[in-house]
Antibody, heavy 117, light 111 residues
Framework: EVQLVESGGGLVQPGGSLRLSCATS????????MSWVRQAPGKGLEWVAN????????YYVDSVKGRFSISRDNAENSLFLQMNSLRAEDTAVYYC??????????WGQGTLVTVSS | QSALTQPASVSGSPGQSITISCTGT?????????VSWYQQQPGKAPKLMIY???KRPSGVSSRFSGSKSGNTASLTISGLLAEDEADYYC???????????FGGGTKLTVL
């Protein structure tokens, strides 16, 4: 059974930092592209970032470039998202997602990040 | 404002068929056959229902089907069931600086 379990969300002040983690099992992590997708309260989905199998290529939505960094540890089957200089508009549920070909095949349950003073 | 345009809501009665449209541009929906559809029940994570325009993952009911014409993709649900009531999102790969784009979501109400 495929499992993706996010952690690390919480309340942070504007300008602060958070590091999200995603523990995975049930599939060949080192053979998979991975993504982070977020959903602001009551809003739609927004792709945030993705990373290739080796961790050597990363891509970001324009609004987080220079502030967020996606990384992975293939030995630990884990995905990470380092978020710096957080803004109110970054408030959202962040989902860890397994890329299957050109689609988002499996999703975690999400972790809520709230940026507020 | 989302990159892909979906109707905010659609509705249908049990047993009927409904279609949700997803309109993009020649840089995303029209450029690739990489349109996918996701179902999201309240308080839950999205679930992949259709990928590569018209393919169904294992375990997804054959009542769900997808198609594309030009810059517009469509999701059709036939034989509506109460359990189909959910939000539906389309997504597509894009040539733009953002690698992936989604629609704003469509709330399906089963009357």
């Amino acid at each position: 059974e495929v499992q993706l379990v996010e952690s690390g969300g919480g309340l942070v002040q504007p300008g602060g930092s958070l590091r999200l983690s995603c523990a995975t099992s049930g599939f060949t992590f080192r053979g998979s592209w991975m993504s982070w997708v977020r959903q602001a309260p009551g809003k739609g989905l927004e792709w945030v970032a993705n990373i290739n199998r080796e961790g050597s290529e990363t891509y970001y939505v324009d609004s987080v470039k220079g502030r967020f960094s996606i990384s992975r540890d293939n030995a630990e089957n884990s995905l990470f998202l380092q978020m710096n200089s957080l803004r109110a508009e970054d408030t959202a549920v962040y989902y860890c997602v397994h890329n299957s070909g050109w689609r988002f095949g499996y999703w975690g349950q999400g972790t809520l990040v709230t940026v507020s003073s | 404002q989302s990159a892909l345009t979906q109707p905010a809501s659609v509705s249908g009665s049990p047993g009927q068929s409904i279609t949700i449209s997803c309109t993009g541009t020649s840089s995303d929906v029209g450029a690739y056959n990489y349109v996918s559809w996701y179902q999201q029940q309240p308080g839950k994570a999205p679930k992949l229902m259709i990928y590569d325009v018209s393919k169904r993952p294992s375990g997804v009911s054959s009542r769900f089907s997808g198609s594309k014409s030009g810059n517009t993709a469509s999701l059709t649900i036939s034989g509506l069931l109460a359990e189909d009531e959910a939000d539906y999102y389309c997504g597509s790969y894009t040539t733009g600086s953002t690698a992936w784009v989604f629609g704003g979501g469509t709330k399906l109400t089963v009357l």
